[in-house]
């Protein structure tokens, strides 16, 4: 099963949160929205381990940082998969 979180943060905050959900593991696709527009989507596959994941968006990151300076809050929206224990 699949859910969905939405947070708002500011522009200085955006990469830093999306480094921390993608660190839980359990994500998804990170989907950036901003004035109810997706601007930028990051599929990450399950399961994969967190350091590896960062590695391989990186350059998202770096292109996400740069989109943080434009802009003073955005919309980033998740899914993650729910685990059953």
Partial sequence: ???KEK???SGGQLVDK???L???GNI???RLLH???VVIEIPLSIGAPATAAVILVAPVLAALGAFAALVTECTIEVEKTETRD
């Fill in 1 to 3: 099963m699949t859910i």
């Fill in 7 to 9: 947070f708002t943060v």
């Fill in 18 to 20: 999306v480094k921390q």
């Fill in 22 to 24: 993608i660190y839980e």
């Fill in 28 to 30: 998804r696709r990170v």
């Fill in 35 to 37: 004035e109810g527009k």
